[in-house]
Nanobody, 125 residues
Framework: QDRLVESGGGSVQAGASLRLSCTGSGRLAGSNNMGWFRQAPGKAREFVAS????????YYSDSVEGRFTISRDDAKNTVYLQMNSLTPEDTAVYFC??????????????????WGQGTQVTVSS
């Protein structure tokens, strides 16, 4: 089955850390450009971070640069998002995605073709 499955979300206090995971299966396993996005209630989906295969170049949005780290373990078909120093503004549903077109790698775009179901992150003050 071709799926992306996120996990690791939860409810935390401001200043805490969380690590999100996204595992691909079927045709969505293996070497791909991977990204994380988030969507807060009433807001548009926004780019968070991406990691490019095979260069491992990473991109981050300005709002998470220096606090979040994206990484990947291709042996496990998994991409991670380590989130530190969380603030209430980070509250959102977080989605992982695959960009097989190699374009628009640091922005929301139709080039991000495959999506997981999302995992909720809630940060309270």
């Amino acid at each position: 089955q071709d799926r992306l499955v996120e996990s690791g979300g939860g409810s935390v206090q401001a200043g805490a850390s969380l690590r999100l995971s996204c595992t691909g299966s079927g045709r969505l396993a293996g070497s791909n450009n991977m990204g994380w996005f988030r969507q807060a209630p009433g807001k548009a989906r926004e780019f968070v971070a991406s990691i490019i295969w095979p260069s491992l170049i990473t991109y981050y949005s300005d709002s998470v640069e220096g606090r979040f780290t994206i990484s990947r373990d291709d042996a496990k078909n998994t991409v991670y998002l380590q989130m530190n120093s969380l603030t209430p503004e980070d509250t959102a549903v977080y989605f992982c995605s695959i960009n097989s077109r190699g374009r628009d790698l640091n922005t929301v775009s139709p080039s991000w073709q495959y999506w997981g179901q999302g995992t909720q992150v809630t940060v309270s003050s």
